[in-house]
């Protein structure tokens, strides 16, 4: 998995960086973005299956900035801020979760676990099980030519 990091301020970006790192082996790659701005162009230039997104910023928030670029359904948001009053708002943009800062690992961990089950409902959605041959096969749809 991909993830971005969205933030004003480099020390709570890298801190949340190296707790991925050190605890997520399922990123093989995490960037950070210092502003709005910066995350604007990354997320315009690549994919990203999680975004970690501060919603409070200089240039804009992270609710422009979601207005502003195209983000994929598949795309999980986890918002991060000091503020809670956010946090409404953050789940109407479709977040997965709300952490406030200072993040707790535990909080985030928990955050993981809804990706991780999120991500396994959605890969049992693209396939389907097949009986064949007197055994079940699981096949995924897109590799399915006819039936």
Request: negative net charge; proline residues 3%.
């Amino acid at each position: 998995m991909k993830a971005l990091i969205v933030d004003d301020e480099s020390m709570p970006a890298e801190y949340l960086a190296s707790v991925l790192k050190r605890n997520f082996s399922e990123f093989a790659e995490i960037e950070v973005a210092l502003g709005a701005t910066s995350g604007k162009d990354k997320l315009e230039n690549k994919y990203y299956d999680v975004l970690f997104l501060d919603v409070d910023m200089p240039q804009m928030t992270d609710f422009e900035l979601l207005e502003e670029v195209i983000v994929p359904d598949s795309t999980k948001i986890i918002f991060i801020t000091a503020y809670e009053e956010y946090a409404l708002k953050a789940f109407r943009a479709k977040a997965i979760d709300y952490l406030v800062k200072p993040i707790a690992e535990i909080e985030l961990f928990k955050a993981m676990q809804k990706i991780s089950t999120e991500n396994r409902a959605e890969q049992q959605k693209e396939s389907i099980t097949v009986y064949s041959d007197n055994e079940y096969h699981v096949v995924k749809q897109a590799e399915i030519i006819r039936i």
